[in-house]
């Protein structure tokens, strides 16, 4: 599933290509693509057509259009192969193509959702007075975002009662983050994924922030993580972070800190990658 990086990388090119522009016509190719918009295909593209999409907008994973002159937003889900590309109106259409919306400008540009697996797809909800769409409204913010409080975050990890990795990737507790930059925060922090964050103190909590923010703000400077040409930019391109990385599939590679071979471990129907040495397992009490 993409992650932060990999989301905002798309906004930005969203925000680029397709701010601003008012909906000429929203053409659905395959229903499965809109089927969280409950009226269907039919009413999907209606509702669109005519409208102008604001400034596109991001909480963790989450991705959503702005229709400027309604209250309600065009959420993305992206699932495990969605992409959302810019294209010119020439290009040939690609196999996995799911929705094409085009623009009333003379811009010789369209927006295309293509996905694989058909995981994924856009619906239309109603906004908060916040301005998320309401079927995310229970999101916690990301550790990018600006009001993200790191002390009220410490406190729900303390009273979490949980491990370190499952807090991190609880939506409701911090936004965000997902398998891949869990395990390179807490590689970076030194930090075994089992370690309970009842035990956490505050100066240990800040320290794995930083950490998390820091393995993210590289991500995007490149463009995110990009698998088997999936999670790509506006444009196609690929991010390039997948070469930076230090635990995520390092299975059997030594530590870059100290050469110890990495370890997978299945974990909640994922693997965790770690260090034996740098990231020691906390000890069992009885």
């Keep these: 599933m993409p992650e932060l990086p990999e ?27 809109v ?49 959302l590309l810019v294209q010119p109106h020439t290009a040939p259409d690609e196999k996995h193509l799911r929705i094409r919306v085009r623009f009333a400008d003379e811009i010789d540009t369209e927006l295309r959702f293509v ?26 913010r990301d550790p990018l975002d600006p009001l993200f409080d790191d002390d009220a975050f410490h406190e729900a990890l303390r009273r979490k009662r949980s491990t370190i990795k ?5 939506q409701s507790l911090i936004s965000g983050v997902g398998n891949i930059y869990a395990d390179e925060a807490l590689w970076r922090s030194r930090l075994h994924y089992e370690r309970p964050t009842a035990g956490f103190t505050r100066p240990r909590t800040a320290e794995l922030l930083g950490h998390v923010r820091d393995v993210m703000n590289a991500a995007l400077a490149v463009g995110g993580t990009s698998f088997d ?32 071979p990495m370890r997978r471990r299945p974990w909640m129907n994922r693997s965790s990658y770690f260090c034996p040495r740098c990231q020691r397992a906390p000890r069992v009490t009885s």
């Design 115 to 140: 996905d694989q697996r058909t995981f994924g797809g856009l619906s239309l909800h109603d906004n908060t007075p916040d301005g998320l769409p309401d079927v995310i409204a229970h999101i916690a």
């Design 166 to 170: 499952r807090a991190l990737l609880d």
């Design 229 to 260: 040409s999936l999670y790509v930019n506006v444009n196609g391109e690929s991010g390039y972070f997948d070469r930076s990385l230090d635990a995520y599939g390092r299975e059997g590679l030594p530590c870059k800190r100290c050469g110890t």
């Design 7 to 33: 989301v905002e990388v798309v906004r930005r090119g969203l925000e680029r290509w397709v701010a601003h522009r008012t909906v000429a016509e929203a053409e659905v190719l395959h229903p499965r693509a």
């Design 35 to 83: 089927r969280r918009h409950l009226a269907g295909a039919d009413d999907f593209a209606h509702r669109l057509r005519g409208h102008r999409v604001g400034t596109p907008s991001r909480r963790g994973k989450y991705l959503w259009l702005p229709l400027e002159d309604t209250d309600q937003s065009v959420l993305a889900h992206l699932g495990m192969s969605g992409q």
